[in-house]
């Protein structure tokens, strides 16, 4: 093998090298690659409970529209609102 031919063969090897340098570590390279797929993994698992948040949102905008019981457990539960038929029971102070 002649001087000229190890020369070229240097920079193909060289060439090659760098390419795969830039591959790995490169813009859109095989790091970003594996960063996008972490990422997307993440929002796809957000997305899951974001849905699982709408559809028990779905079912109690329904009971609210449509559940008399539903709605009259809701008033007396948050605005601590009583019945007409309830009995109060006082602790002593």
Do not use: H, P
């Amino acid at each position: 093998m002649g001087k000229k031919q190890k020369i070229l063969m240097g920079c193909a090897v060289m060439t090659l090298f760098l390419l795969f340098l830039l591959i790995i570590f490169g813009e859109s390279g095989i790091r970003d690659l594996n960063a996008l797929k972490r990422d997307r993994v993440k929002l796809q698992t957000m997305n899951s409970d974001i849905d699982l948040q709408n559809r028990s949102l779905s079912r109690k905008i329904w009971r609210l529209k449509n559940d008399g019981k539903y709605i009259e457990d809701v008033v007396r539960k948050d605005l601590k609102v009583i019945g007409k038929d309830d009995l109060i029971i006082r602790s002593g102070q």
